[in-house]
Nanobody
Framework: LQLVESGGGLVPPGGSLRLACTTS??????IGWFRQAPGKEREGVSC????????EYAASVKGRFTLSRDIEKNTVYLQMDNLKPEDTGVYYC??????????????????WGQGTQVTVSS
């Protein structure tokens, strides 16, 4: 299983970015997004079920980030609005056959992409 992230970049505070995660067997796996800031541990941002597109969000991004999926393109999109400097970090896409209530723990996920840098700065 390969996961490829794209869409990172530099954006001022209050701006928006859309990250994409494309995978080869999208329909069989749940997809999650994590981020890691310098000197900090990797943290769960959001995830989406392959079965019913149910989603979860970290409290810090709820209301600002939106996760969606395009089945035909085997791609999951993370729309990030009203970005803040504390959203800065490397964003990783991850996959697992089925996540549970502990989705925000990195060890739960089996496959990872290479990451894409998001920098929020004026």
């Amino acid at each position: 299983l390969q996961l490829v992230e794209s869409g990172g970049g530099l954006v001022p505070p209050g701006g928006s970015l859309r990250l994409a995660c494309t995978t080869s067997i999208f329909t069989s796996y749940d997809i999650g997004w994590f981020r890691q800031a310098p000197g900090k541990e990797r943290e769960g941002v959001s995830c989406i079920k392959s079965t019913d597109s149910d989603t979860e969000y970290a409290a810090s991004v709820k209301g600002r980030f939106t996760l969606s999926r395009d089945i035909e393109k085997n791609t999951v999109y993370l729309q990030m609005d009203n970005l803040k400097p504390e959203d800065t970090g490397v964003y990783y896409c991850a996959a697992v056959q089925s996540y549970g209530s502990n989705w925000y723990i990195p060890d739960v996920w089996d496959f990872w992409g290479q990451g894409t840098q998001v920098t929020v700065s004026s």
